[in-house]
Nanobody
Framework: QVQLVESGGGSVQAGGSLRLSCAAS????????MGWFRQAPGKEREFVAA???????TYYADPVKGRFTIFKDNTHTVYLQMNRLKPEDTAVYYC??????????????WGQGTQVTVSS
């Protein structure tokens, strides 16, 4: 298993935007379907978005549809573009390989995640 590193989080006002990045150390993410998950205070980790390894088909949780976009570049870095952010988006965001169509995480070890804080 590769080690995943999330970055790009920060603090923004409601309605603002952030772009998160997921990179791998010790390998690449070229062969895996990838996804983003988040965990808000007092809640369990939940699925946010996923993308096929080819960069084709994407999947989104209902609360973020129309606002978030998951995509990959030629280095196989996985991004999550978050627009029109809401306070309820506040959470620590994690990336992981994803099993499609179940959308369950695959790698047993999670990275440190990146904090996203949206104020009203």
């Amino acid at each position: 298993q590769v080690q995943l590193v999330e970055s790009g989080g920060g603090s923004v006002q409601a309605g603002g935007s952030l772009r998160l990045s997921c990179a791998a150390s010790g390998g690449t993410l070229s062969s895996f379907d990838m996804g983003w998950f988040r965990q808000a205070p007092g809640k369990e980790r939940e699925f946010v978005a996923a993308i096929r390894w080819s960069g084709g088909t994407t999947y989104y949780a209902d609360p973020v549809k129309g606002r978030f976009t998951i995509f990959k570049d030629n280095t196989h870095t996985v991004y999550l573009q978050m627009n029109r952010l809401k306070p309820e988006d506040t959470a620590v965001y994690y990336c992981n390989a994803v099993m499609i169509p179940t959308l369950a995480s695959i790698f047993r070890s999670w990275g440190q995640g990146t904090q996203v804080t949206v104020s009203s």
